[in-house]
């Protein structure tokens, strides 16, 4: 008791008190005159003030540490937790929460808002939302912006119009995360990055609570928003759990060989404690855990627990003590039976009730007390009974504390340092059990008896959530073992006072703690054992890393609960983190999870993203997802941007851009198909599916290395094109491939290998280039000579019967013009003419093998290819002749027509190999045709003079 003050101790315990002393609530105006409302209302303008200033800071955030530190501790070997500062600490004037929500709906306890419905937590902020506006009262001219909380701005206000608000406000959490693991990716900053996930997600957590205050919870897409809210609240102390965890691990190893070198005979409580901390990795962990949940709870706390506020700021029950007062004055004439005394232990000795208000605020304080406890706040737990005049009961919660007397080893020194803990611990620990047992107390008094003295059983009943059992379970675990290692060292000389003979009739394992969970008698807390996140909890605590792959992938293959895009970036980097922990588990399924968050990002289309976890895939992976990702990608510079991130995250951005263009061609194939009696003036339309296709070259031009590839995907796209009669397409195509093309794979390939040759698969795809280029030159000056043929020839001017002397001058000198059109346009036609002849023949007689026929082949030759261009020879050159005949035969070049024969059966090029017995015969019928009109012109039936 030497924190406290003696005196007030004594105060405490006193029946009697001063004239000054406070008037407790329910007493009238006339028992202690107009100063008894003065103190109320200074105290509201207080509040009031204070609320306003609450209304207006922003709250700094929690230090990240490995793991908190717990004032409940038995060791120090749990790294310390930051203290959480603030200039604007107004803990004294309205308690150490910041409001006070008296709803029917509000949660009995604060760590019971996880574990609420969806109705429920619409309802609750509900009550939030129907809570008087108070008006800030201090000014903010003095405060910086960093201390100020930013208004909700326009940009907040449309969130609020989004159809999930939630997501729309925690879209910039993906791209934060991704930012944070570029910048912490060396493996040395490991823990850094935990740190800073934990950090970004508390972000996050304090915007979204913002948020809901401000949305309308009548709407469906307010409890999108709440479920966000739960699962960043989660995932925010998952991050918590999984740094603290994993760094003690890390370094387990080498701690458990440590030799503390100590006499075990001469060690305190507080030092045996510490040696099996030191030791025990176990234990440890289990420590760390209790402080993890004890620094989530402090987070809740904050924001949802009721303030415990008193009229007194010394004296407790203080309305039983006006009673009293009464009686003794004989003033109070009233027949309620209350305790006769005052002294702390008067109402279990004389089983007599205090006065009914005093009832509401003592339970109302064991109930905040146990939540200080349960949060690791235990000073302020004192402080808090110290403040309402009960502190003997701050005295009391001293008397855990393990015992150590430093002066025992360090008397030379001459300096005489405090004594630490309670040398009677035992006795103290022994008769908190008997209280935790005892019905006459309140349950939070006994819980609260139970927690310092190992009583789970007494502990469970007041745990309103998974989490809270989690905590008793460890709390009792950690507690059985610390006494277990005492009493097997304790000092000679002193026998300790025996623990019941049930406190070890339980021990408890870490796998013992989350069996009883899963079969606890309450359905809410079973339930929530079955929560995702509390999984993942689980598995990290016990370590169990396959089993914890395992479950989130079978999460991914539930088509009906799918996880939300949260939960799977989450899922996507825990394995990563495990990565650079080296603790590589069950490889297909990690990928497979990294893969899901992948799409995720494909599908709401972060460019910035895909390409750093895509790189995280196998490389296979890596070049099947970043392709589909690109299949989508439509504007050009957008490509150029997305290329650009691929490699900067290392990826393949040629074997990319080349499964781009071959996933979007292979789409919708058609087989080829004949049609020679049609001409290409009545083109096949391009449709959207073919759009795309012509579009997908661009992939591959903006990088001059891949222009062979570009070269080789545009011959294959207009293969397609040509071989269905999409002429249009095919030159769109065409076009899509700059003209040097074939000049940058020449200077491409001699910086790389010399004067070597090119290889087999370029030098034909150049000139399978050259083929198309010559064969789409012919269908365009065949359709030049159609249009010019029927369509631009002029019109011969007519002259009606009786014309007058003006019209026949009109129409003489309309004859002239005619005829001087008709010259032109015999001479445009002539023209035409011979270019048609000369591109057609261009094709029919193209060297090194022939018009689509590959001049090298090796062993490694696309079959499907080959198979393409032999029936585009079957297809276009019958076409061909078939045009050149109808032009020849058209213009009257009879003779010329004849000679087409020849061609064909010409062994050189063995052009009659690609027609079939219809075509021959019908291209024989044509040349018989124009051999007839030879007749009729008196030459023979080869055109030569008879």
Same mark, same amino acid.
Request: a negative charge; glycine letters at 4%.
């Given at each position: ?5 003696q005196?007030?101790?004594?105060? =405490? ?6 004239e000054?002393? /406070? ?18 209302k200074n ?17 700094p955030?929690l230090?990240?540490?490995? +793991? ?7 060791? +120090?070997?749990?790294?310390s937790k930051l203290p959480?500062?603030s200039?604007?600490? #107004?803990t004294?004037?309205?308690s ?10 509000m949660?009995?306890?604060p ?8 109705p ?9 939302l129907?809570?008087?506006i ?7 001219e003095?405060m910086?912006p ?7 701005t326009l ?5 609020l119009?989004?159809d ?10 993906f ?5 944070s ?8 900053? #490991? ?7 934990e950090?970004?997600c ?13 949305a309308n ?7 999108? +928003?709440?479920? #966000?809210?739960?699962?960043?609240e989660?995932?925010?102390?998952t ?6 965890l ?20 001469r ?10 901390f ?13 402080d993890?949940?004890?620094?989530n709870?402090v ?9 415990? $506020? ?6 407790c ?15 109070s ?11 702390p232990?008067?109402? #279990?000795?004389?089983n ?7 009832? $509401?605020?003592?339970?109302?304080? &064991?109930?905040n007390?146990?939540?200080k406890?349960?949060?690791?706040q ?12 009960? !502190? ?5 919660l ?9 002066n025992?080893k360090?008397?030379s ?8 803990g309670n ?11 008997r ?7 309140? /349950? ?13 059983k007494e502990?469970?009943?007041? *745990? ?7 905590w ?11 006494? @277990?290692?005492?009493?097997?060292n ?12 049930n406190y070890?009739?339980k ?8 069996q %009883? ?13 079955? @929560?995702?996140?509390?999984l993942?909890?689980k598995?990290?605590?016990?370590g169990?890393? %396959? ?16 996880p939300?895009q949260?939960l ?17 588990s069950?490889?297909?399924?990690c990928t !497979?999870i990294i893969e899901?968050?992948?799409k995720? &990002? ?10 750093v ?23 050009k ?9 691929a490699?900067?995250a290392?990826l ?14 292979n ?10 009696g049609?001409?290409?003036a ?7 599916v ?8 661009d992939?591959?031009v903006?990088?001059?290395s891949?222009?062979?590839?570009a070269?080789?995907?545009?011959? !294959?796209?207009?293969?397609?094109f ?8 095919a ?8 003209g040097d +093309?074939?000049d ?8 790389h290998?010399?004067?070597? =040759?090119?290889?087999?698969e ?5 000139k399978?280039?050259? *083929?198309?280029? !010559? ?6 000056t065949?359709? %030049?000579w ?7 020839k002029?019109v011969?001017p ?8 003006h ?15 008709l ?7 002539n023209?035409?003419t ?10 029919l007689?193209? /060297? ?5 026929? %590959? ?14 261009l ?5 297809? *276009?050159?019958?076409l ?14 009879y ?23 219809d075509?021959?015969?019908k291209?024989?019928?044509k040349?018989? $045709?124009?051999s ?6 008196n ?5 030569? $003079?008879?």
């Amino acid at each position: 008791m030497d924190s406290f003050r003696q005196d007030d101790y004594n105060r =405490s315990l006193s029946f009697g008190v001063d004239e000054n002393s /406070p008037i407790p609530r329910g007493v009238s105006r006339s028992a202690k005159g107009n100063s008894f409302l003065q103190g109320p209302k200074n105290h509201s303008e207080r509040i009031r003030r204070s609320m306003g200033l609450l209304d207006q800071v922003a709250t700094p955030g929690l230090g990240v540490s490995a +793991t908190p530190s717990s004032s409940l501790k038995y060791s +120090t070997y749990t790294p310390s937790k930051l203290p959480i500062p603030s200039q604007y600490d #107004v803990t004294g004037i309205v308690s150490p929460t910041p409001r006070r929500l008296k709803t029917q709906n509000m949660p009995a306890d604060p760590m019971s808002l996880g574990s609420m419905s969806i109705p429920e937590q619409t309802r609750l902020a509900a009550s939030l939302l129907m809570t008087p506006i108070r008006q800030p009262i201090a000014s903010l001219e003095s405060m910086t912006p960093s201390e100020v909380t930013e208004d909700f701005t326009l940009t907040n206000v449309n969130l609020l119009l989004e159809d999930d608000p939630g997501m729309s406000a925690t879209a910039g959490l993906f791209e934060d995360f991704m930012k944070s693991f570029r910048v912490f990716s060396s493996p040395t900053d #490991v823990f850094r990055l935990v740190a800073e996930y934990e950090k970004l997600c508390s972000e996050q957590v304090t915007m979204l609570n913002k948020l809901v205050k401000k949305a309308n919870p009548g709407q469906n897409k307010f409890s999108k +928003t709440v479920e #966000v809210l739960n699962l960043l609240e989660q995932e925010k102390c998952t991050w918590r759990l999984l740094g603290s965890l994993y760094q003690d691990r890390q370094s387990a190893e080498d701690e458990e060989t440590m030799d503390t070198g100590m006499d075990m005979e001469r060690k305190s409580e507080q030092e045996i404690s510490n040696s099996l901390f030191a030791r025990n990795s176990s234990l440890r962990q289990s420590q760390i855990v209790v402080d993890w949940l004890e620094r989530n709870a402090v987070d809740q706390i904050q924001d949802y627990y009721e303030n415990v $506020e008193f009229y007194s700021q010394s004296v407790c029950w203080e309305n039983t003590l006006h009673s009293l007062q009464q009686k003794t004055a004989r003033v109070s004439r009233s027949d309620r039976q209350l305790v006769s005394h005052m002294d702390p232990d008067a109402p #279990v000795r004389e089983n007599k009730p205090l006065a009914e208000l005093d009832r $509401e605020d003592e339970a109302r304080l &064991l109930k905040n007390l146990f939540a200080k406890i349960r949060a690791g706040q235990l000073e302020d737990a004192q402080r808090l009974c110290k403040k309402c005049g009960q !502190a003997w009961r701050a005295a009391t919660l001293e008397g855990w504390k393990l015992y150590h007397d430093s002066n025992m080893k360090a008397l030379s020194t001459g300096n005489i340092a405090a004594i630490e803990g309670n040398p009677n611990r035992d006795i103290w620990k022994a008769t908190a059990w008997r209280m935790s047992q005892d019905e006459r107390f309140h /349950p939070y008094e006994r819980a609260i008896a139970a927690v310092f003295s190992g009583n789970l059983k007494e502990v469970l009943p007041v *745990c309103r959530s998974w989490d809270d059992c989690l905590w008793a379970y460890f709390r009792v675990l950690v507690d059985q073992q610390v006494e @277990q290692e005492i009493r097997e060292n304790v000092q000679p000389g002193r026998e300790s006072q025996p623990l019941p003979d049930n406190y070890f009739d339980k021990l408890l394992t870490t796998n013992k703690i989350f069996q %009883d969970l899963q079969a606890f008698p309450s359905e809410d807390i079973e339930m929530q054992s079955k @929560q995702k996140y509390h999984l993942i909890q689980k598995y990290l605590i016990l370590g169990e890393i %396959d089993a914890l792959v395992e479950e989130m992938g079978e999460w991914l293959q539930d088509d009906v609960h799918r996880p939300s895009q949260h939960l799977v970036r989450f899922m996507a980097h825990v394995v990563l983190f495990f990565r650079g922990l080296g603790l590589d588990s069950k490889e297909e399924i990690c990928t !497979a999870i990294i893969e899901a968050y992948v799409k995720n &990002l494909i599908d709401v289309k972060h460019l910035e993203l895909v390409s750093v976890y895509a790189a995280q895939l196998p490389e296979s992976l890596q070049v099947e997802c970043y392709a589909h990702f690109l299949e989508g990608i439509q504007e050009k510079d957008t490509r150029k941007y997305c290329l650009q991130l691929a490699e900067e995250a290392g990826l393949d951005v040629p074997k990319i851009t080349k499964t781009v263009v071959e996933n979007i061609r292979n789409r919708d194939l058609t087989e080829f198909t004949a049609d020679t009696g049609s001409t290409p003036a009545i083109d096949a339309a391009t449709s959207q599916v073919d759009r795309k296709k012509i579009e997908a070259i661009d992939w591959l031009v903006f990088d001059p290395s891949q222009r062979a590839e570009a070269l080789k995907q545009s011959n !294959a796209v207009m293969r397609t094109f040509l071989g269905i009669k999409k002429h249009d397409a095919a030159k769109e195509v065409f076009h899509k491939i700059p003209g040097d +093309t074939i000049d940058v794979i020449m200077k491409n390939w001699l910086g790389h290998a010399g004067r070597v =040759s090119l290889p087999v698969e370029d030098d034909n795809a150049i000139k399978e280039y050259l *083929c198309i280029k !010559a064969y789409l030159n012919a269908l365009d000056t065949f359709n %030049d000579w159609f249009e010019h043929f029927h369509n631009k020839k002029p019109v011969e001017p007519t002259v009606i019967e009786g014309a007058t002397f003006h019209q026949k001058v009109q129409h003489e000198h309309e004859e002239k013009e005619f005829k001087m059109e008709l010259e032109r346009w015999q001479h445009g036609l002539n023209s035409n003419t011979k270019a048609v002849v000369d591109n057609i023949y261009n094709v029919l007689l193209f /060297p090194n093998g022939g018009w689509m026929v %590959d001049q090298y082949t090796d062993d490694l030759m696309d079959n499907s290819r080959a198979t393409q261009l032999q029936r585009l020879r079957e297809l *276009c050159i019958p076409l061909l002749v078939f045009l050149l005949q109808s032009v020849l035969h058209t213009t009257g070049q009879y003779k010329q027509a004849l000679m087409l024969a020849d061609v064909i059966a010409s062994e050189e090029q063995q052009l009659y190999t690609v027609f079939d017995k219809d075509e021959l015969r019908k291209l024989l019928c044509k040349i018989r $045709e124009s051999s007839i009109e030879l007749l009729d012109d008196n030459l023979d039936a080869l055109g030569y $003079e008879m």
